[in-house]
């Protein structure tokens, strides 16, 4: 089995180590620069160009990152290239770009956003270029028809679902995905502890770590019921107690 041990190892910055959009916005090189400074791992959002290019965004709409009409897939990665987001001169990056500037200094957790449709070949084109990375990165994402695509293309690259829910509704889809290999779970912190989480920590071992933790009480609510957190707004590095 893989070590993914470094997963845990370090406070992840979700989208990376933003300030919260005020002067330094969510999933832009400048935010991830200063996550690297500080040591934290990064985690990032990524889609599909229209030009098939994995690009990191988070949202489908361009207009609350970039003030400009459309969506993400109607693009060309050139195109969104050029498109400033917040008003800075932040660009929107590739991934391509990220792996670039990270270069291994921390690890990386790429979730993939799927729009049903508009996301063929995003498994296996993010895969495909984290085959070729040479630092610790994995890649995870919410849409169960993407984590299906997983064990074909990740190989080695650790695989994760990222989740939410306590109702059995909810919690009984994530079981299915455990057939396809995933080695952690990415869960909302707001609803541990539960079932799945207990299930999969207490039974296979497996690491999870939580989104998104915003305060210190929410530190202490990871650490109580998982391995590492997912934050932002804060420097955990100041309040870490646990």
Known sequence: MTDISWLTARPIAHRGYHDQNKTVWENTLSAFGRAINKGFAIECDVHLSSDGVP???????????????????????????????????????????????????????????????????????VCDMLHGYKGKAAIMSFDHWLIRQFPAHAKKIPTGLTAYGTKNHEVEPHFSMLTYGISFTSYSVTELPNRFVDFVREKLDMPVITWTVRDQAM????????????FEGFDPDANLTS
């Not at 987001?85 to 770009?97: K, N, S, Y």
């Not at 990270?102 to 993939?112: F, H, N, T, Y």
């Not at 530190?219 to 997912?230: G, W």
């Open 219 to 230: 530190v202490e609510h990871t650490f109580a019921h998982a391995d590492q957190m997912t």
């Open 55 to 125: 690009v990191i965004f988070h949202d489908n709409g361009l207009e609350r990152l970039t003030g400009t009409d459309g969506f993400i897939w109607q693009r060309t990665a050139g195109e969104l290239g050029v498109l400033r987001v917040g008003g800075t001169a932040d660009h929107v990056p590739t991934l391509r770009e990220l792996l670039d500037l990270v270069d291994g200094r921390v690890p990386l957790v790429v979730e993939l956003k799927g729009i049903p449709g508009r996301d063929d070949g995003l498994v296996k084109r």
